[in-house]
């Protein structure tokens, strides 16, 4: 996004960007649609993007101050939702960014939490005519810091209509606590199958994004499936089935791939000397001297590969 930035700083656009969300400041309505025509402009010769229409937005100063403060405001769906949120704030201080563990939790606390409220909070924003999936994101972020288990059916039996949550879901599923392992088996089988999916196969962020669960999670499993996949794989998906391995102890399946390290994309490389950790000793040692590299992140993780 750095050339785009220089671009609109060219043109003398007055702007903040997080991200992929650019704010840009104007002195008058007409100098605001100019301005749009030439981001647009901006982003298609820079990097062939386009605008999403639902996310561009005039506003009048008044407008803008009522929204931003709204952004930053609790605005609960539901009873459900505030009492949940109250819940997760006292047990985490109020700072957003910050996990809690199970065992922190009173028994009394973690049951007040149901399957049956967090699918009824969920449910209540995507039935909306209009989801607001700003505020529902914002959610899963919260029910992440617990890590609570109620969101996982719903989440996955609706992820058509949860498509603009996908990055949090996962991150959510990432964070869910004291479930079974054979729960969490029975979720691998089923990301298995949205890897299948229409809506899946036709985004390439929403595949790793499934992938990367399998190299986050050992109780997820199904190895042998990935690895069954490897040769037909995207480079992209082949790191994470890298990653997966070495989180499934497939360090045997690594090995089989050691002579492959050349023609490697740097992703993958680093992704399989990153493996190469859990090789017997020598074995990876004399693996690694093999090979120079230049880059200071290679360099230090070759060296902490061959001394874990």
């Given at each position: 996004?750095i050339?785009?930035d220089?671009?609109?700083?060219?043109?003398?656009?007055?702007?903040?960007r997080?991200a992929?969300?650019i704010?840009?400041?104007?002195d008058?309505e007409?100098?605001s649609?100019q301005?749009?025509a030439?981001i647009?402009?901006?982003?298609?010769?820079?990097?062939?993007?386009?605008l999403?229409?639902?996310?561009t937005?005039f506003?009048?100063?008044a407008?803008?101050?009522?929204?931003?403060?709204?952004?930053?405001?609790?605005?609960?769906?539901?009873?459900?939702?505030?009492?949940?949120?109250?819940?997760?704030?006292?047990y985490?201080g109020?700072n957003?960014y910050?996990?809690?563990?199970?065992?922190e939790?009173?028994?009394?606390?973690?049951k007040?939490?149901?399957?049956?409220?967090?699918r009824?909070i969920?449910r209540?924003?995507?039935d909306?005519a209009e989801v607001?999936?700003?505020?529902?994101?914002?959610f899963y972020r919260?029910?992440?810091?617990?890590?609570h288990?109620?969101?996982?059916d719903?989440?996955?039996?609706e992820?058509?209509?949860?498509?603009?949550?996908?990055a949090n879901?996962?991150?959510?599923?990432?964070s869910v606590?004291?479930?079974?392992?054979?729960?969490?088996?029975?979720?691998?089988?089923?990301l298995l199958?949205?890897?299948e999916?229409d809506?899946?196969?036709?985004?390439?962020?929403?595949?790793?994004?499934i992938?990367?669960?399998?190299?986050?999670n050992?109780?997820?499993n199904h190895f042998?499936?990935l690895a069954?996949?490897?040769?037909?794989?995207d480079?992209?998906?082949?790191?994470?089935?890298?990653l997966?391995?070495k989180?499934n102890?497939?360090?045997d399946?690594l090995?089989?791939h050691?002579e492959?390290?050349?023609?490697?994309?740097?992703?993958q490389?680093?992704a399989?000397i990153?493996?190469?950790?859990?090789l017997?000793?020598d074995e990876k040692k004399?693996?690694?001297n093999?090979?120079?590299?230049?880059?200071?992140?290679?360099?230090?993780?070759?060296?902490?590969?061959?001394?874990t």
């Amino acid at each position: 996004m750095i050339p785009i930035d220089n671009s609109m700083l060219s043109t003398g656009l007055a702007f903040l960007r997080y991200a992929d969300e650019i704010l840009v400041f104007c002195d008058s309505e007409k100098a605001s649609r100019q301005a749009l025509a030439s981001i647009a402009s901006i982003l298609d010769k820079q990097q062939r993007l386009t605008l999403q229409r639902h996310k561009t937005r005039f506003f009048k100063p008044a407008e803008f101050r009522r929204f931003c403060r709204q952004m930053i405001e609790d605005r609960p769906i539901s009873r459900d939702e505030d009492e949940l949120l109250k819940l997760i704030r006292r047990y985490s201080g109020g700072n957003p960014y910050r996990t809690v563990s199970y065992n922190e939790i009173s028994p009394e606390d973690w049951k007040k939490i149901t399957e049956k409220i967090v699918r009824g909070i969920i449910r209540e924003y995507i039935d909306k005519a209009e989801v607001d999936y700003i505020r529902l994101r914002w959610f899963y972020r919260r029910l992440s810091q617990i890590g609570h288990p109620g969101a996982i059916d719903v989440s996955l039996e609706e992820l058509e209509k949860l498509g603009p949550c996908f990055a949090n879901i996962c991150s959510y599923l990432a964070s869910v606590q004291a479930i079974a392992a054979d729960r969490w088996k029975g979720i691998g089988s089923r990301l298995l199958g949205l890897l299948e999916s229409d809506e899946v196969k036709s985004n390439e962020f929403f595949r790793l994004s499934i992938l990367s669960l399998f190299s986050r999670n050992a109780y997820i499993n199904h190895f042998s499936v990935l690895a069954s996949r490897f040769q037909a794989s995207d480079p992209y998906a082949r790191r994470e089935i890298f990653l997966a391995a070495k989180k499934n102890n497939g360090v045997d399946w690594l090995r089989e791939h050691k002579e492959n390290f050349y023609s490697m994309d740097p992703w993958q490389r680093m992704a399989f000397i990153f493996c190469c950790a859990d090789l017997p000793a020598d074995e990876k040692k004399y693996f690694i001297n093999r090979w120079t590299f230049d880059r200071p992140f290679d360099i230090v993780l070759a060296k902490w590969a061959r001394s874990t």
